[in-house]
C-alpha cells in the first residue's frame, strides 16, 4: 500500500492537485504522508479544501505548500 508520496515540485495545476487530494481521500486510509507542495499549486480553498481537511482529519501528514 502507499505510506509516503512524494509529489512536490511538479508544477501542477490546482486542477490536478485537487483530483489527487480526492483519489487519495477516495481510498480511505489513515495515517499515511504526502508531499505535493513546492512548484505545485495550492488545492483549491488551500487548507479549507474538503479533501484536505478529511485526510487531516484521518492522521494524513500532508503537506500542500
Do not use: E, H, M, Y
Amino acid at each position: 500500500s502507499l505510506n509516503n508520496i512524494q509529489a512536490q515540485n511538479n508544477n501542477l495545476p490546482a486542477s490536478v492537485v485537487d483530483q489527487i487530494l480526492a483519489d487519495l481521500n477516495a481510498l480511505g486510509t489513515s495515517n499515511k504522508t504526502c508531499n505535493i507542495g513546492g512548484s505545485n499549486a495550492l488545492p483549491t480553498g488551500g487548507d479549507a479544501n474538503s479533501d484536505v481537511v478529511a485526510l487531516r482529519d484521518r492522521g494524513w501528514n500532508l503537506t500542500i505548500i
